[in-house]
T-cell receptor
Framework: NAGVTQTPKFQVLKTGQSMTLQCAQDMNHEYMSWYRQDPGMGLRLIHYSVGAGITDQGEVPNGYNVSRSTTEDFPLRLLSAAPSQTSVYFC???????????????FGDGTRLSIL | AQSVTQLDSQVPVFEEAPVELRCNYSSSVSVYLFWYVQYPNQGLQLLLKYLSGSTLVKGINGFEAEFNKSQTSFHLRKPSVHISDTAEYFCAVSVVAAGNKLTFGGGTRVLVKP
């Protein structure tokens, strides 16, 4: 059972380039989310989805887009990368729907992104 | 809005000694509380969670945490650490019945020395 799989593991981009971070889960979880991790700031929520076709913004959504066409996949797009987006990105999923907020989240191993 | 403060950014500790990681939260509504651990170059794993009931919660790997509503704290403890406990630990909250969005503290790095 693979759990939550993120690709790529590492990426270097130039300012202004675009890219998509991939996230897939095989646990049939409804809820998926993206966080960024920066030193001393913990993890901050970028976007989340409560099911296929439904997405919403988190705490730091600017500069990022998401879509959820299937239950399994939740890609994160950077349309025009900026140095401030240098970070470690984590995708997470959980077996929750709608307002239920007590389910543990399963995290991928992260994507380390550097923007020059 | 909710906020989580982890009072120590780094905690060095000798092997077999006890450790306590402090976490305070602020929220005007009811929250669930979580501790996650991140080993080097890995994602986060759930250590334990407090939803309701007994304020002392036991988790994996010998960790436990105590919820104190009056002090809005959720400190994590382990009576005897191992080298393998070297990791970063995150305290987090989610608002009851408001979706599974987590608000994290800044993290505490635990370095276990032989």
């Amino acid at each position: 059972n693979a759990g939550v799989t993120q690709t790529p593991k590492f990426q270097v981009l130039k300012t202004g380039q675009s890219m998509t971070l991939q996230c897939a889960q095989d646990m049939n979880h409804e809820y998926m989310s993206w966080y960024r991790q920066d030193p001393g700031m913990g993890l901050r929520l970028i976007h989340y989805s409560v099911g296929a076709g439904i997405t919403d913004q988190g705490e730091v959504p600017n500069g990022y887009n998401v879509s959820r066409s299937t239950t399994e996949d939740f890609p994160l797009r950077l349309l025009s990368a900026a140095p401030s987006q240098t970070s470690v990105y984590f995708c997470a999923s959980s077996q929750t729907r709608d307002s239920i907020s007590n389910q543990p989240q399963h995290f991928g191993d992260g994507t380390r992104l550097s923007i020059l | 809005a909710q906020s989580v403060t982890q009072l120590d950014s780094q905690v060095p500790v000798f092997e077999e000694a006890p450790v306590e990681l402090r976490c305070n939260y602020s929220s005007s509504v009811s929250v669930y509380l979580f501790w996650y651990v991140q080993y080097p170059n890995q994602g986060l794993q759930l250590l334990l969670k407090y939803l309701s009931g007994s304020t002392l919660v036991k988790g994996i790997n010998g960790f436990e945490a105590e919820f104190n509503k009056s002090q809005t704290s959720f400190h994590l403890r382990k009576p005897s650490v191992h080298i393998s406990d070297t990791a970063e630990y995150f305290c987090a909250v989610s608002v009851v019945a408001a979706g599974n969005k987590l608000t994290f503290g800044g993290g505490t790095r635990v370095l276990v020395k032989p």
